[in-house]
């Protein structure tokens, strides 16, 4: 339920001009994670989010030659941060 | 039958057997194992939830010491200041003198049973005009002043590999999104919230996002720190008070609230522990990026610029409009 409410405000921002795809993530409440993917080109990305007090957050509008699988996050106490190729 | 047959008879009897024997422990274990695991979801669910309560009592619970219902004028005052202060320490934005006074006067109304607390669904709608408003007032310099802050924390030498992606309060982050993308977006829904229909369609799924976020705030933190907030939550019966029988959100609650939707601070953590955070995210992000990310000393974890969560606070929680909210939170009490 509460992975909807997140994933329904990230659709009414996009309800003026259409988003491309949701990846959703799950993790500890409140707390703040590091992702990281590399692009098409092969440059990599980084990037931070912090998830709500049910522990969910959604990465959206990722481009759809982006697989979610391949999008790593890890908490910021975890400061190895692996990365995958897409 | 046969010795030779008898003895078939035995052992095809023993395989089935067997095979019955090896069906169940396998279901049994498969069974078991998918309890454990289960039960170990749960107790993980469960342990997680326990150390957010911890960083709540942490942060709201030691930083604010609101008035209890019945409290004196200067009780009250000091409990509106308290307020303030824990706002402006962690954000940078501060409430004026009058707004202050004016909100110490419909505090202690509450208080002394003068006027009634706010349902949920009250709180909601006044947060929800509230923000529709200042969507609609916003010029095309603020939408680009929201979209800058909305993208993160930001100083000189940040990590070439760091992109600072635009974010919303709550978990919802536009990844690689670039900002022409989500200032279109931006001026689109502010002109959606001046037009009728389209702006009736907005007001709905954003009643309904903030509807479900004023609940979500109200039951963890009468889960956390029922002192404080058990007047909103009965954390016991798992449903809000009613405001007939003494519950009901108060304008100071009211403010905190809206404050925390607004900046996505969970009002967790005391000072030390967002200091810890800060620092413990440099490092994380240092690693990741290969490169040093800038420092957290002078930095405030929210509000504009707020390193681990950047909002345009400064325009949601202006004179303005934080007196607007009052005007519906005073209106609601009242009735």
């Not at chain 1, 957050?57 to 481009?63: E, L």
């Not at chain 2, 998918?34 to 309560?53: H, I, N, P």
């Amino acid at each position: 339920m509460k992975e909807l409410r997140v994933c329904l405000l990230a659709f009414t921002v996009c309800l003026a001009a259409a988003c491309d795809q949701d990846c959703p993530q799950t993790g500890s409440p409140n707390t703040t994670y590091v992702y990281s993917y590399f692009d098409s080109s092969g440059t990599a990305h980084i990037g931070s989010f912090t998830t709500d007090d049910g522990g969910n957050a959604t990465i959206t509008d990722v481009p759809d030659d982006i697989d979610c699988s391949k999008i790593t996050s890890r908490e910021d106490k975890d400061v190895a941060v692996v990365q995958s190729q897409v | 039958m046969t010795h030779d047959g008898k003895r078939r008879a035995f052992l095809s009897r023993c395989i089935r057997y067997a095979a019955a024997a090896a069906a169940v422990a396998c279901a049994v274990l498969l069974t078991a194992g998918a309890l454990r695991t289960s039960a170990l979801k749960g107790d993980g669910r469960a342990e997680a939830r326990r150390q957010f309560q911890a960083r709540v009592r942490d942060g709201v619970g030691r930083g604010v010491a609101l008035a209890p219902r019945g409290s004196s004028q200067g009780e009250v005052r000091a409990a509106v200041n308290s307020v303030a202060s824990f706002i402006e320490r962690r954000s940078g934005v501060g409430l004026s003198g009058r707004t202050k006074g004016r909100l110490a006067e419909l505090e202690a109304r509450v208080s002394s049973g003068a006027a009634r607390g706010l349902t949920l669904d009250e709180l909601s709608e006044a947060v929800t005009a509230m923000a529709l408003e200042r969507l609609s007032s916003l010029s095309d310099r603020d939408v680009a002043y929201a979209d800058e802050t909305l993208r993160g924390f930001d100083a000189p030498g940040m990590p070439g590999h760091y992109n600072r992606d635009f974010a919303l309060p709550g978990g919802v982050v536009f990844a690689g999104a670039p900002r022409e993308k989500t200032v279109a977006r931006l001026l689109a829904a502010r002109d959606q919230s001046r037009s009728g229909p389209a702006g009736d369609v907005l007001k709905g799924m954003l009643r309904t996002v903030i509807r479900a976020r004023v609940k979500d705030k109200a039951r963890y933190l009468g889960e956390s720190v029922p002192e404080m907030f058990g007047n909103t939550w009965d954390a016991l019966g798992g449903r809000e008070r009613d405001p007939s029988g003494g519950g009901g959100v108060t304008p100071l609650q009211a403010v905190l609230i809206t404050y925390s939707l607004a900046s996505d601070d969970y009002l967790s953590d005391g000072d030390g522990a967002l200091a810890q955070r800060m620092q413990t995210r440099q490092k994380a992000l240092t690693r990741a990026a290969g490169e040093e990310y800038p420092s957290p000393a002078g930095r405030r974890p929210f509000g504009v610029n707020g390193y681990l969560f950047s909002s345009p606070l400064d325009l949601v929680l202006d004179e303005q409009t934080v007196n607007r909210l009052l005007d519906r939170v005073e209106e609601r009490s009242a009735a």
